[in-house]
Every structure is written in C-alpha cells, then in structure tokens.
C-alpha cells in the first residue's frame, strides 16, 4: 500500500496540534495579556490573474502553536497555495495548509528544539488566490469560521506556552475584484505614478519588487509591470533588462496595452 506522506504528515500536525492546545469541543484559555490579534489584509485588485493576500499577527507571549480557519465568499476566487516565506515563521518547520471545500485550515507548530514563536507583531505568510478572466467585478470577504470533526472542534486559535488555547482578536479581509483594464496607452508605469511617466523611477521600483530584500511591494498594475508584454503576464527578470535597455540602450519602447 502506497502511503501519501503529505497527507500523513498533515494528519500528524493536526494531532500534535489538538495535544498542544488541549482543545476538544471549545477553547479553554484565555488570553493572559493585551489581546492578541490576526489580521487579515485587504487589497484591490486591478487586472485578471491572481492575488497575494497578507497575513498579519501580533502576539504579547510566546506561542507553541498557531491554528487558522479561513473561508471566502466569492464564487470565482481559486485558493492556490499558502507561503510562509517572509513571514516572522517561516523557520518553523511543522507547518502547512490544507483545503477542504471552502474551508481552508493553516496551521505551525514548533517542534522540537526550535523555539517558540517570541513576542512581536509582523507578517505570518500570504494567502494566494487565483480567479478566471471572466470574473465579476465584487468584493470578496475573508472571514474565520468554526468546524467539527469528530469529537474536535477547529477554529482561529494561538496556543500558549503552558497549552492553552484562546481566541485572538480577529480582522477580515476583503479583496476589491474592481477588474477594470489598469494598463493606459503603452506598458511601464510599475511605480503606478499619476503622470503615467515611464523613467529610472520604474526600475527602481521593479528591482526592489524582484530582488529587495524584503522584497519590495508588486506592481499596483500588473499589466504596466509587463514590459516586454509576454503571454504569460508576469513580471520578471526579463521586463527588467527590457525596461533598462529602452532607457538606457536605445532598445524598444514598452509593448502597448492590451
């Protein structure tokens, strides 16, 4: 019999998870100190593709485990993956998401040696989402929302470091699917400016976005970050050298606008 370990280790975590907590039919902590909050960011979105989604916590203890039970009213939003990358986190190594229906769990726990989640306030990973280009001009919810299975209980929870779990504070997020065509006339304006003007001011922006370290925020328009107008639609390393040669080399003018 063949095992699925990804299955397997998820199954591990949610048990190891349930132990840490201490949680069977409701939350038995509760929160020793400022609330503790999750925040769910909120964005708008432009043009057709995908969307990166922020997720920001703020803790005043140290936590031995974060658990998050997502769902989103939008009949065209895809749920695509969760990355931790970036995020005050990511050096947990049991963590991951998973999908069911419309329910999306994200859970980390340290294990082992690694040391708790400390004290402070940041970003805890992005929530990706893709939509098809015939999707409706709306606003999306991203809400918590509470399950059972079995005899457990799953909602929005931080656990403490003596296994106590407690609900944090908890903001919504909204994704403002406004779909209009961004891209004016001929692609390059990435730093979104209000003249439309295409100069070192763009590349600046496109380096700190691709190699910034953090990365820097992405285009406002993703179209406008499509220099060389690839059918891909994404921006990257290519549009760069695109965008430095028309400046600086006498290459092309940007590709025009769809």
């Given at each position: 019999m063949r095992?699925?370990l990804?299955?397997l280790?998820?199954?591990v975590?949610i048990?190891?998870?349930?132990?840490?907590?201490?949680?069977t039919?409701h939350?038995n902590?509760?929160?020793?100190?400022v609330?503790?909050s999750?925040i769910?960011d909120?964005?708008?979105?432009?043009?057709?593709?995908?969307?990166?989604?922020?997720?920001?916590?703020?803790n005043?203890?140290e936590?031995?485990?974060i658990?998050i039970t997502?769902h989103h009213d939008s009949?065209?939003?895809?749920?695509d993956?969760f990355s931790?990358?970036?995020?005050?986190?990511?050096?947990v190594?049991?963590?991951?998401w998973?999908?069911?229906?419309?329910?999306l769990?994200?859970?980390?726990?340290?294990?082992?040696?690694?040391?708790?989640?400390?004290?402070?306030e940041?970003?805890?990973?992005?929530?990706h989402?893709s939509y098809?280009?015939?999707?409706?001009?709306?606003?999306?919810t991203?809400d918590t929302?509470?399950?059972?299975?079995?005899?457990?209980?799953?909602?929005?929870?931080f656990s403490?470091?003596d296994?106590?779990?407690?609900?944090?504070?908890?903001e919504?997020?909204?994704?403002?699917m406004?779909?209009?065509?961004c891209?004016?006339?001929t692609?390059?304006?990435?730093?979104a400016?209000?003249?439309?003007?295409?100069?070192?001011?763009?590349?600046?922006y496109?380096?700190?976005?691709?190699?910034?370290?953090?990365?820097?925020p992405?285009?406002?328009?993703?179209?406008?970050?499509?220099?060389?107008?690839?059918a891909?639609?994404?921006?990257?390393?290519?549009?760069?050298?695109y965008?430095?040669n028309?400046?600086?080399?006498?290459?092309?003018?940007?590709?025009?606008?769809?």
């Amino acid at each position: 019999m063949r095992i699925n370990l990804k299955l397997l280790a998820f199954i591990v975590a949610i048990l190891i998870l349930a132990a840490v907590t201490g949680r069977t039919s409701h939350l038995n902590g509760i929160d020793p100190g400022v609330a503790d909050s999750l925040i769910i960011d909120s964005v708008v979105v432009l043009n057709s593709g995908g969307v990166a989604l922020p997720i920001f916590f703020y803790n005043d203890q140290e936590l031995a485990g974060i658990e998050i039970t997502l769902h989103h009213d939008s009949p065209d939003l895809i749920v695509d993956s969760f990355s931790f990358v970036g995020g005050r986190v990511d050096y947990v190594s049991l963590k991951g998401w998973s999908l069911n229906n419309d329910r999306l769990m994200i859970y980390l726990i340290p294990f082992g040696t690694e040391p708790l989640i400390t004290t402070g306030e940041g970003l805890l990973g992005s929530l990706h989402f893709s939509y098809p280009p015939s999707a409706s001009v709306h606003v999306a919810t991203i809400d918590t929302v509470t399950f059972g299975a079995g005899q457990l209980i799953y909602s929005t929870a931080f656990s403490t470091a003596d296994s106590k779990a407690f609900s944090p504070i908890f903001e919504k997020g909204f994704i403002d699917m406004q779909l209009g065509n961004c891209c004016l006339g001929t692609r390059g304006n990435a730093n979104a400016d209000i003249d439309e003007r295409v100069n070192v001011s763009d590349i600046t922006y496109l380096v700190n976005y691709l190699f910034g370290i953090p990365l820097g925020p992405p285009p406002a328009c993703m179209e406008e970050g499509n220099i060389n107008g690839d059918a891909l639609g994404d921006v990257n390393v290519a549009d760069l050298t695109y965008m430095v040669n028309y400046l600086f080399g006498g290459g092309p003018a940007p590709v025009s606008c769809p």
